[in-house]
């Protein structure tokens, strides 16, 4: 599929793409291979989503971890302490 999305996007004159992948990097990296294959460049720059139980007593722990740079809250968002907790960690 990223050949065919390379090929597609040159046909009709596109210089840059961009990709979003969920729960996987696996097509940026497929992306970034069918770009190099092609004699094309690509930048880039996963940004990671953390979205299981984020509370106020792991999101300090969380955080601080390399890979994670954001966290998607659910139902800790629904108690305005502890919503309030995670934003101010």
Known sequence: MPQEL????GEMGYEALALTDHNSVSGSMELAQAAKGSGGGVA?????RY??????????ALM??????G??????SLDP??????VKY
């Open 6 to 9: 390379l090929q597609s996007a």
């Open 44 to 48: 880039c720059n996963p940004r990671n």
């Open 51 to 60: 979205g299981g139980s984020v509370k106020p007593e792991n999101v300090k």
């Open 64 to 69: 601080s971890e390399e890979e994670i740079d």
């Open 71 to 76: 966290a998607l809250v659910g139902g800790a």
């Open 81 to 86: 302490k502890s919503f309030a907790a995670i």
